[in-house]
Structures are given as structure tokens and as C-alpha cells.
């Protein structure tokens, strides 16, 4: 992706997932904003989105982060929420025997001693291969991988969901499920 998209992209997300009200739109419930309001606010702002970056990048994002509707109206981050307004209603889903999370070694303490806690955002996200738990880690600095007993937390009655793009996601993993993998 080139520079301009990939900005682009990073602004979608934190205004889609984040600070809507920064660009002066409301997102629904199921965090959808209306793409004309979406691409005027933007303007306004100063960041020149047309529907064609937009559909390119809903198209062309490696992680999948965003959704548009059917007829091309509305768009949305499919999980990544912070704003109280967006509570998407995934449907529970039984997760496999293990997920993993990727963090960096600099959190592995507090990870340790609190568990995964999904902080400002609505979700714990998860991962089904390790090699994306290495590339989210990495992203935060030196990676650490944590194995997530999935199976066990669900037989306990933790619930579990998966967002459109496949990343699981959860409320909370208490530290009696989590095991630090060698990267």
C-alpha cells in the first residue's frame, strides 16, 4: 500500500474506531458512519478521501480492518472499538483449543499479574496462529507471545466472538490461562 493509503487507512481507524466526533460524525450502535458524512468530515479536517481510496482500502487491507455495506452507503472497523457508542452484537462463537495474543516484552509483567484486560477497548483481541501474535507484538516494540488455553476459559462459560476480518476477541483472560511462548 502506498504512503497516502496507508495514512489514510490509520486516520479511518482512529476516527472509526476511536474519535468519530473529531471529524464531526456520529457512528450507529454497530459503529456504521454514512460515507458522504464520513468523506465531508474529513474534508473538513483536511484529509482528501474519496470513495475510491475508501473501497481500495477496504479491498486491499491485509488485517481487514474495515467493512463497508452492501450498497456501499456505510462503512465501519469490524472490532478495535473505544467510543461507548458502538456495542456490535457478535454472536458468541466456540473459540479453538488455543489463540494466542501478541504483545510486547515491556507489558508481559502487567499481563502476568492482571491478565489480558481489554484497557479502553471493548475487546481482548486474539489471535488463531502465532505467527500474527509475533506481528502485533512486533508492533509494539520486542515481541511476546502469550498462548491463550481458549478451550478451558469456554468450558468455564467465558464467552468468545469473532469479528468479521477473524480476530477473536473476548472480555477478559485471567492469568490462569495464559502461558508465555518463546518468540
Given at each position: ?18 474519535q468519530p466526533e473529531l471529524i464531526g460524525i456520529a457512528l450507529d450502535n454497530e459503529g456504521w458512519a454514512h ?28 488485517k481487514k480492518r474495515f467493512a463497508m455495506s452492501p450498497d456501499g452507503s456505510r ?109
Amino acid at each position: 500500500m502506498n504512503k497516502h493509503l496507508v495514512d489514510t487507512s490509520k486516520f479511518l481507524s482512529l476516527v472509526l474506531r476511536h474519535q468519530p466526533e473529531l471529524i464531526g460524525i456520529a457512528l450507529d450502535n454497530e459503529g456504521w458512519a454514512h460515507m458522504d458524512e464520513l468523506i465531508a468530515g474529513a474534508r473538513r479536517k483536511g484529509h482528501a478521501i474519496d470513495r475510491a481510496t475508501i473501497a481500495t482500502i477496504v479491498a486491499d487491507n491485509d488485517k481487514k480492518r474495515f467493512a463497508m455495506s452492501p450498497d456501499g452507503s456505510r462503512i465501519r472497523a469490524v472490532q478495535g472499538h473505544s467510543t461507548a457508542d458502538v456495542t456490535i452484537a457478535y454472536e458468541p462463537r466456540i473459540p479453538p483449543d488455543l489463540l494466542f495474543h501478541g504483545t510486547a516484552t515491556r507489558f508481559l509483567s502487567a499481563i502476568l499479574a492482571e491478565g489480558l484486560v481489554s484497557g479502553s477497548r471493548h475487546h481482548v483481541h486474539l489471535s488463531a496462529t502465532t505467527d500474527t501474535a509475533i506481528a502485533v507484538g512486533q508492533r509494539h516494540g520486542k515481541p511476546a507471545v502469550l498462548r491463550v488455553d481458549a478451550k478451558a476459559m469456554h468450558s468455564e462459560g467465558i464467552a468468545f466472538y469473532q469479528s468479521e476480518n477473524g480476530v477473536w476477541l473476548t472480555k477478559h483472560v485471567p492469568v490462569r490461562f495464559l502461558a508465555e511462548l518463546e518468540v
